[in-house]
């Protein structure tokens, strides 16, 4: 509770008024801030151009999407096809000699080529055709290529396969040996093909590959009996 002024000395009173006057005025507040705002830039005729050359780009890519979509639902275009419409086994000859034994072979394959797009024509660029046994290769041929397979059209090639001083492993060589016995002999023969599709300006190319599994008789008059073939 303060001292009531007219019970203080004189001299207290003083000194409270001297305090008084020495103390700072308040200050002001500060004044609130000011925005300061940036002129507004122009945007250059160049990223102009470039706006617009990019949205042009992008409107022909979906053109062009949506052609190619039209084209391949009008034409469903497939794969040709690979397959063995005959074969003969010729030969057969399994030897034995250090290190392993050995066979030698002759086969002739009917391979039906077919195209069953009735609106696009294919090239086939090249043509190979692999002949195994038990997973081991016992001859290969290359097919005449290019060659041109019209729309819906087939064609029957004849590929002549001949095995010559093939190594086998023994398991394999008295796997032979037992087939021949039974008149019953199973290859695989795979061809694989480089294919160019044509279809008006269009062209366009892939890879395909195929798998038969061939069983025939023995020779030297082996004809086909069975077969089971995957285009791929």
């Not at 203080?8 to 005025?25: D, E, F, G, N, V």
């Not at 151009?49 to 979509?69: D, T």
């Not at 199973?186 to 160019?196: H, L, N, P």
Request: net charge positive; with cysteine.
């Amino acid at each position: 509770m303060a001292t009531p002024y007219h019970v203080q000395s004189p001299r207290s009173i003083l000194l409270k008024m001297i305090a008084t006057k020495q103390q700072p005025p308040a200050l002001p507040p500060p004044p609130p801030p000011k925005l300061i705002l940036q002129p507004r830039q122009r945007t250059s005729p160049a990223m102009w151009c470039a706006a617009i050359v990019c949205f042009a780009f992008s409107l022909l890519l979906i053109a062009a999407g949506v052609v190619i979509l039209i084209v391949f639902l009008a034409v469903r275009p497939r794969a040709p096809s690979f397959d063995a419409a005959g074969a003969t086994l010729n030969a057969v000859y399994v030897g034995s000699t250090s290190p392993a034994p050995y066979v030698n072979g002759d086969m002739t394959v009917a391979a039906n080529v077919s195209n069953p797009n009735q609106k696009m024509d294919v090239v086939f660029r090249s043509a190979a055709v692999e002949l195994f046994f038990g997973g081991r290769r016992m001859a290969a041929q290359a097919l005449p290529a290019p060659f041109v397979q019209r729309r819906g059209q087939s064609q029957i090639i004849s590929v002549h396969m001949v095995s010559s001083q093939v190594a086998l492993p023994p398991e394999l060589a008295v796997a032979m040996v037992n087939q021949v016995r039974s008149n019953r002999v199973v290859y695989t023969i795979r061809g694989t093909f480089k294919v160019q599709a044509k279809l008006w300006f269009w062209h366009y190319s892939y890879s395909m590959s195929a798998l038969c599994d061939l069983e025939l008789t023995a020779p030297p008059c082996g004809v086909l009996v069975a077969r089971r073939c995957i285009t791929r």
